[in-house]
């Protein structure tokens, strides 16, 4: 307390100096015969900042029939607040800019609520476009200026706005890509995608990788909901032939086991559902869904577990697969699948995307022997690792994770894995030159890196040029921070704050390293600290949502949502 005391005298002072360097400018200006300030009663004191639709700024794949709306306010005088607002909301920007709310004109609206406003205006379309501004009514009855414009995109409400079946590989256990081509004709306007690949999916268009999204999309109970996400294709296509493709993999979807794996368990074989709408100027639309005509193969990932790691064989890759003009003869065509039997669900189930954040790079390095050696990267983190390399055809980097190491230096996996079971990343080289890897389907909470390398009979070591873990989390925005002149305070919420997000993905978890799964103590007990740091509206949507997913017919809620197993 004594600390935060502290911090705050120090803060008001500076606001002081700060405020009192501000008068005596604005003092100085008046002496020279600058114009006078207007009387406030005639200037409004708030202005709108700020708009959300459903928690999200300007978001795709909105699938509720009555989103709900928010936005901030911000004034310059104390104890400020909004008495009434009015929204409009209209179909074109171009219809919005000129103040007219062709889907809806709330008219001033006696309130001062600024969240969870329901859209109660003309019904909306799937895919449809809503442009949207507010302006708000101060304590004097003096109006603000409109907001700037806003806008959300609908996604798909009804399983009947599906234009596409769910494609699957044959077995369970089999990693799988999959590849369209078509043909985009003068004149797009807009290509929106929906798309679900189950258990983690990766979509690309013409050879590059569609957002910066990771571990898409969330996990949930899939027999009860299958999340999709929305993406605006529009700056990727090209008119003439186009070509798009999903890499799948397991996730917590299908827990295979063969290395450590907290439990086992699969909702079937790896399968995946696209829909892309096409719209162009004169008013057409196209729709290019999955079915008998995509194809498949396996792909160079040949492990892929959630909790077991990934393996990565370069030789197998085939370059080009994912743009137009590949040959694809001896690929399969894609087989027809049921979905897992949940109901396909957009941004209203869905937790914000994991990203990446930050790179830690090594502070120290320390070569065990010749063909090991541990990359100390400074801070125990949810990661997945980046590496750099060059050798020959079929030499092997095999990575493990650890928060500890053992008195020789050595990676200690015990936190991680009790029973000893390994759990690691492993990349085979194609050789030819330097090779760049970046694991897609596997994360690990860690410190310690330890690299072992091995290379055919005769061949020199495989050499490592770089290695960095890259940072994975939940994008909930930041909310909140804690800052104290006591050294030792700040620490501890350093520590704290590390542990956040560490196990802020699709799901509270409990660890990022051994169990993984949403204890339901998340929320309660420990969501108090959270909120403070976080802007946690979605994250926490989507527990809310796995938590009557799994709900029992006796009315029972589990300890895990979603419960994958009973312990």
């Not at 100096?17 to 708030?46: D, F, K, Q, W, Y």
């Not at 978001?59 to 009555?66: E, H, K, R, S, T």
Request: aromatic share 10%.
């Amino acid at each position: 307390m004594q600390a935060k005391i502290s911090s705050w005298i120090e803060h008001w002072k500076l606001s002081a100096i700060c405020l009192t360097g501000v008068l005596t400018l604005l003092m100085t200006l008046n002496v020279r015969g600058a114009a006078p300030r207007v009387p406030s009663e005639t200037v409004p004191a708030l202005t709108v900042r700020d708009l959300r639709c459903e928690y999200v700024s300007n978001p795709l794949g909105v699938d509720v029939a009555a989103p709900r709306l928010f936005w901030k306010l911000e004034s310059s005088t104390r104890n400020e607040g909004q008495t009434a607002y009015e929204i409009l909301a209209s179909s074109t920007a171009g219809a919005l800019a000129k103040d007219m709310g062709d889907l809806w004109d709330t008219g001033k609206v006696a309130s001062d609520e600024t969240i969870q406003i329901s859209y109660q205006g003309k019904p909306l379309k799937s895919s449809q476009q809503v442009f949207w501004k507010v302006r708000v009514w101060d304590k004097d009855g003096a109006v603000s200026a409109w907001s700037p414009q806003a806008k959300w995109t609908m996604g798909l409400l009804d399983r009947a706005d599906w234009h596409a079946q769910w494609i699957a590989a044959e077995k369970a256990s089999e990693t799988l890509r999959l590849r369209r081509e078509f043909t985009v004709k003068p004149g797009l306007k807009r290509a929106l995608a929906y798309v679900s690949g189950l258990g983690y999916y990766e979509l690309s268009v013409n050879g590059r990788k569609a957002g910066d999204d990771l571990l898409s999309p969330g996990w949930t109970k899939y027999d009860k909901t299958c999340l999709y996400d929305s993406h605006d294709l529009t700056p990727l296509l090209k008119e003439g032939r186009n070509a798009v493709g999903l890499l799948l993999g397991n996730g917590m979807y299908n827990v295979e086991g063969k290395r450590y794996t907290k439990f086992k368990g699969s909702f079937g074989p790896l399968k995946a559902i696209l829909q892309l709408r096409l719209e162009y100027a004169d008013g057409t639309t196209e729709m290019i869904g999955t079915d008998e005509k995509w194809r498949t193969s396996p792909g160079p990932i040949t492990f892929s577990d959630v909790y077991g790691g990934e393996d990565y064989d370069a030789r197998l890759d085939q370059a080009g697969w994912n743009q137009p003009g590949f040959d694809d003869a001896k690929w399969q065509p894609a087989r027809l699948a049921p979905g897992p039997g949940g109901k396909l669900k957009g941004l209203s189930a869905a937790a914000p995307p994991i990203r990446a954040f930050e790179v830690l790079k090594p502070v120290s390095v320390k070569h065990l022997s010749p063909s090991v050696t541990v990359y100390d990267l400074g801070q125990n983190a949810a990661l997945i690792p980046r590496i750099t390399v060059e050798g020959t055809a079929g030499s092997v980097l095999r990575i493990l994770p650890a928060e500890l190491l053992n008195p020789d230096g050595s990676a200690n996996r015990r936190s991680a894995e009790p029973n000893l079971a390994p759990s690691y990343w492993q990349y085979t080289l194609a050789g030819g030159g330097r090779e760049m890897w970046f694991p897609k389907f596997f994360y690990h909470g860690a410190r310690y890196l330890q690299v072992e390398c091995s290379a055919p009979q005769g061949d020199k070591l495989p050499v490592v040029e770089s290695l960095e873990g890259v940072v994975i989390h939940s994008s909930s925005p930041p909310a909140g921070m804690f800052e104290s002149s006591n050294e030792l305070f700040d620490r501890i919420y350093k520590l704290v704050r590390w542990a956040q997000v560490n196990n802020m993905v699709s799901v509270l978890t409990d660890c990022p390293h051994r169990e993984r799964l949403g204890w339901l103590e998340q929320y309660h007990l420990n969501g108090p600290s959270l909120r403070y740091d976080f802007n946690l509206g979605r994250l926490f949507t989507k527990g809310m949502s796995d938590m009557a997913d799994s709900q029992l017919a006796d009315g029972l809620v589990p300890d895990i949502a979603p419960e994958y197993t009973i312990f």
